[in-house]
T-cell receptor
Framework: DAKTTQPNSMESNEEEPVHLPCNHS???????IHWYRQLPSQGPEYVIH???SNVNNRMASLAIAEDRKSSTLILHRATLRDAAVYYC??????????????FGQGTILTVHP | AAGVIQSPRHLIKEKRETATLKCYPI?????VYWYQQGPGQDPQFLIS???????DKGSIPDRFSAQQFSDYHSELNMSSLELGDSALYFC?????????????FGQGTRLTVV
């Protein structure tokens, strides 16, 4: 069972950076870390994923601890549209089991104007 | 760009009736996944298909069945509906044969069983 631990909720102000933590202390060597988010009344949306190195894309950055037991999703400048539930998920990259994502309790991010 | 299309968007059924949910993946995507999200809950994986063959199975009730057709669209069939089946049902697709690492989700079908 792919377990990750995230805070229930976090708050941020608009245009400030947000650091969303995730613990995955039992992660295996081949598990990737994936982040998805779900805006109200919408389907989940891919944000970013990584294995060992820090990763950047147009939406966010992912910082992975050297021991891989934790990671942090970084939104560099939060906007009101970033208010969502953020899910940190351990899983494969590629292979037919990729999409069998185990959504645990995510972090509800509130962004204040 | 084309996204995952689900139909219908809303469905109301009575207990013991049947329901069919449809999913049209992004063109050329070879894999489809179904998820169920109950009120106030996180999405739960139900079942997936790769190249029209069932590839993985999650917590899908025996009353539910699904298949992927030759044109890659998928249908989730739900029989003997119960009140507890009321939920959002999401379909997602990806392109695994190209080593995809991202699943694209549809807007979901909201099923209400009364």
């Amino acid at each position: 069972d792919a377990k990750t631990t995230q805070p229930n909720s976090m708050e941020s102000n608009e245009e400030e950076p947000v650091h969303l933590p995730c613990n995955h202390s039992t992660i295996s060597g081949t598990d990737y870390i994936h982040w998805y988010r779900q805006l109200p009344s919408q389907g989940p949306e891919y944000v970013i994923h990584g294995l060992t190195s820090n990763v950047n894309n147009r939406m966010a950055s992912l910082a992975i601890a050297e021991d891989r037991k934790s990671s942090t999703l970084i939104l560099h400048r939060a906007t009101l549209r970033d208010a969502a539930v953020y899910y940190c998920i351990r899983g494969f990259a590629g292979g037919t089991s990729y999409g069998k994502l185990t959504f645990g309790q995510g972090t509800i991010l509130t962004v204040h104007p | 760009a084309a996204g995952v299309i689900q139909s219908p968007r809303h469905l109301i059924k009575e207990k013991r009736e049947t329901a069919t949910l449809k999913c049209y993946p992004i063109p050329r995507h070879d894999t489809v996944y179904w998820y169920q999200q109950g009120p106030g809950q996180d999405p739960q994986f139900l079942i997936s298909f790769y190249e029209k063959m069932q590839s993985d199975k999650g917590s899908i009730p025996d009353r539910f069945s699904a298949q992927q057709f030759s044109d890659y669209h998928s249908e989730l069939n739900m029989s003997s509906l119960e009140l507890g089946d009321s939920a959002l049902y999401f379909c997602a697709s990806s392109l695994l044969r190209r080593g995809a690492t991202e699943a694209f989700f549809g807007q979901g079908t909201r099923l209400t069983v009364v």
